[in-house]
DNA sequence: CATAAGGAATACC
DNA sequence: GGTATTCCTTATG
């Protein structure tokens, strides 16, 4: 991300990211880990309530995998924050243009002209750039975990069902799934805002911000990516998915890899214990295994039968369980 | 009661 | 034929 060639794009390309308040990307692991009362998965930042403002400037202390805001950022945005008569934030919806301009009316910033303005400016473009990468990249990973396309238009209704599954799962809506039976993604992409609210009054327009999300996304990839530089770009938002990357059947191993790789995505089900030797903890096992099945189209799937594939690995040399036997830990025999 | 281990039959590519 | 799924028994804490 960031390249020229997208900064170009990036202009011409809505992208409606709601208000950064309701990005699900961003506050999602955030969420998560508030409601089970549990540490904050690593990488997270995480700030002091009175800090964090009520309108959208909170979304930036996104918990970006592995990715931190710098301090400086950080510092000028609490900066704009602190100072008064701001204009209130408008709703995305009116601001859906993202670029460095965009991402600062969204934000409720207005960008200063000057040579401080320059350097704001770039600090902006900095964390847009971060927040878009870190969309791609999730979107690149549940497609991979579906093993569907990232192209909303491309899905056929069990795709949809799948990416719909998904994403309550992911972000603890109602299941819905029901009502939208039944819809390729070309139906679901001509279906308004108001049709989607229709369908589900509970989380309808979450619903439609998320595909928006996704098609905006596929749009962007597109256009960045043209013809053979694909490739490259695949590598880069996937640098360990190799062989793996190519989808169709994927080994459980690869599988639980993937999902550890996204410790601000999953960590609440599935995290590392120590990296470096491969240890890793199943801290929801019905969830684990839920996502297991929904990537095999398993509806029966539970943690006992996904261990019992897990013990398979025994005698393959590819997880072990670890010297200290814990439950519901494993590890990895050929660490990354 | 949830997890662990592993045998055995079966399904799927 | 390799891998995963399903079902099962037994053990453990």
């Not at 390309?13 to 699900?24: A, E, G, H, R």
């Not at 993937?258 to 903890?281: A, D, V």
Request: proline share 7%; glycine share 6%.
């Amino acid at each position: 991300m960031g390249s020229p060639g997208c900064d170009r794009v990036g202009s011409t390309v809505p992208l409606p990211l709601m208000s950064f308040n309701d990005y699900p990307y961003s506050v999602s692991g955030l969420r998560a880990w508030e409601e089970e009362d549990t540490k904050p998965p690593r990488g997270l930042i995480s700030v002091p309530k009175h800090t964090a403002p009520e309108r959208s400037l909170q979304g930036v202390f996104l918990p970006c995998s592995d990715m931190l805001l710098t301090e400086d950022s950080l510092w000028l945005l609490k900066k704009k924050e602190a100072a008064p008569l701001e204009p209130p934030c408008k709703p995305l919806e009116q601001c859906p243009v993202i670029d460095s301009q965009g991402l600062g009316v969204g934000l409720g910033l207005e960008v200063p002209s000057g040579l401080e303005g320059q350097v704001e400016e770039r600090c902006l473009e900095q964390v847009q750039s971060i927040v878009l990468g870190e969309v791609m990249k999730d979107i690149e990973t549940a497609c991979k975990l579906l093993n569907i396309t990232s192209e909303p238009m491309e899905w056929n209704c069990g795709n949809v069902q799948k990416w719909l599954l998904w994403t309550e799962h992911l972000y603890r809506l109602p299941q819905v799934g029901k009502v939208f039976q039944e819809l390729s993604g070309k139906d679901l992409c001509s279906m308004t805002e108001e049709d989607f609210r229709q369908r589900s009054m509970q989380c309808g327009d979450l619903l439609f911000a998320h595909l928006d999300i996704w098609r905006s996304a596929a749009c962007m990839k597109e256009c960045c990516t043209p013809g053979d530089t694909k490739l490259h770009s695949a590598e880069e938002t996937c640098p360990e998915a190799d062989s793996s990357c190519s989808s169709q059947p994927i080994h459980l191993w690869q599988f639980l890899r993937q999902l550890l790789l996204k410790p601000h995505n999953y960590g609440r089900c599935i995290r590392w214990l120590n990296k470096e030797k491969g240890i890793f903890k199943i801290e929801n096992s019905a969830y684990v295994a839920r996502l297991w099945g929904l990537r095999k189209n398993r509806p029966a799937m539970n943690y006992d039968k996904l261990s019992r594939s897990i013990r398979q690995y025994y005698k393959k040399g590819i997880i072990r369980k670890p010297d200290v036997s814990q439950r519901l830990v494993y590890q990895f025999v050929h660490p990354v």
